[in-house]
């Protein structure tokens, strides 16, 4: 069963524009990871964020989480035409397997 | 090979026939996962491997699903009396510890399994 939930299912912006989008999950974690998926086919690691961090940075992702809330939320800054793609949240609890969202498809316009 | 590769790319099968699925790991990594992805929808975890050893097989939908991992690497999916509702991308990922620890793991490409 999948726990995790990206809001929305869908997105579509204009290049140059900053994409954000968000994460809820159920259960207490371990870390929480945002992966991106091109074509329907493997999916590319971006950033994991562990429980007891609250932001993290790279390049022109940033990744919050707010284990309160039981949320996170990826930001794309400054968005381009390759960036097009789904982008999974995956929540991992210690000794559990990695539970995958529905994903959010990211569709950036040239 | 740098990353995990996964063999065939593409597979079409007949209803009630037999399948094998192949995943060759980064070399080194330990851990082992099996995912299934259907349209529209995110990866859902089948089985884990520590080692040759399956630690966590609890996402296997029934028994006509298995899989192996003999030498603790390369690993096998085999499913049995396939089904149209068996139609599914198929992933592999790898890791270079298991879940003890909070690492990335590593995807293929998958397998786009299409039963008719």
């Known amino acids: 069963s999948q726990q995790g939930e990206e809001d929305p299912q869908a997105l579509s912006i204009q290049e140059g524009e900053n994409a954000t989008m968000n994460c809820s999950y159920k259960?207490?974690?371990?870390?929480l990871q945002w992966y991106r998926q091109n074509s329907g086919r493997g999916l590319v690691h971006l950033i994991l964020?562990?429980?007891?961090?609250r932001e993290k940075h790279s390049g022109r992702l940033r990744v919050t989480l707010d284990t309160s809330k039981k949320s996170s939320s990826l930001l794309i800054t400054a968005s381009r035409a390759a960036d097009t793609a789904s982008y999974f949240c995956?929540?991992?609890?210690?000794?559990?397997?990695?539970?995958f969202g529905a994903g959010t498809r990211l569709t950036v316009k040239p | 090979g740098a990353g995990v590769s996964q063999t065939p790319s593409n597979k079409v099968t007949e209803k009630g026939k037999y399948v094998e699925l192949r995943c060759d790991p980064i070399?080194?990594?330990?851990?082992l996962y099996w995912y299934r992805q259907s349209l529209g929808q995110g990866p859902e975890f089948l089985i884990y491997?520590?080692?040759?050893?399956?630690?966590?097989d609890s996402g296997l939908p029934n028994d006509r699903f298995f899989a192996v991992r003999p030498e603790g690497s390369v690993s096998t999916l085999k499913i049995q009396r396939t089904e149209r509702g068996d139609s599914a991308v198929y992933l592999c990922?790898?890791?270079?510890?298991?879940?003890?620890?909070?690492?990335?793991?590593?995807f293929g490409p998958g397998t786009r399994l299409t039963v008719l």
């Open positions: 990922a790898s890791s270079l510890r298991g879940r003890a620890t909070s690492n990335e793991q590593f």
């Open positions: 259960t207490s974690i371990n870390n």
């Open positions: 964020i562990r429980s007891n961090e």
């Open positions: 995956a929540t991992e609890s210690l000794g559990n397997d990695m539970r």
């Open positions: 070399s080194g990594h330990t851990a």
């Open positions: 491997f520590q080692g040759t050893g399956a630690a966590d």
